[in-house]
């Protein structure tokens, strides 16, 4: 990383060169952050707008990589789709920022793009999912939730509070990471031999339900529903309601995130237990931009820290950040 980047790492130091010259003529105010032309330049892909995560995800970048923080960013949502993705990356390689960050849709089809930003050395910060590439050394540092643990913990709740249940696993944008480790993670638990279908919502509600209604004719014996993300879980809600049944008790429904409108379906008993995946963490992404635009050395991966709700008070929700 750092013989890779010693043209950035130039440009930090000379950057910080001219900070501290400037808050050496300044009055004192202790912060050289915001106070010239340095910012530090990055371009954010962000995967898309399909869930209320993504929606408080977006707002924690944007709310953490601000020009008073020191940067000067490019934001550009991908719609869920790859291609899209792949030309912003580019889009940035022309632009020539300092730092590229994003959070990859699904984790294969990336070597050439990634093998292009290293040949531009740019440093590449992987945000929230992660990729599958034969590139070596693909980035400098990924932040994110262990999504493989998630659905252990959804796995575990289901084993212990619903041995016999009949699952229905409504999963995320297939071949993304987080699809494909919490469902890994959860069907390790329970086995396989307990799931009686799986079909994918692409993590939105709309699709969601749809999957929901589909798989209500198709397995009608399903009594449990695990869902890859809070808004799939709401749609599944609207699906189980529309057939005549009771969400929470004809059905149990076991969701990953926690947001709002996730945590209160917990609170009014249409949900049954509720990972948290948390996407607040700006603040994090930002302060691993400047280490890595400084030349620091950063570890490797940074979980973010979940926890778990079996219940919760609407004093509580109404004190959460999302
Ligand atoms: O990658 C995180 C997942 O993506 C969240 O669980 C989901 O809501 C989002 O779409």
Redesign the pocket.
Known sequence: MAGRNVRRAGAAALAALSLAALSACSSGSGSDEGSGDELISVGFSQLGA?????TANTESVQASLTEEAGFDLTFVDAQQKQENQIKALRDFIAQDVDVIAFSPVIETGWDEVIEEIKDAEIPLVLV??TVDTTVEDPYVTWIGADFKQEGITAGEWVKENAPDAKIFELQ?TMG???QVDREEGFDSVVGEENIVGKASGN?TRAEGKAAVEAALQAYPETNLIFA????MGLGAIEAIEAAGKVPGVDIKIVT??GVHDGLQALLDGKFNYVVE?NPVFGDQIADAIKKVYAGEELPKETIVVDQAFESITQEELDARLY
């Open positions: 399909e869930s209320g995560w993504r929230d999912r995320g993304s990471g987080a993590f890859h993300n809070d808004d990953i995130d995946c």
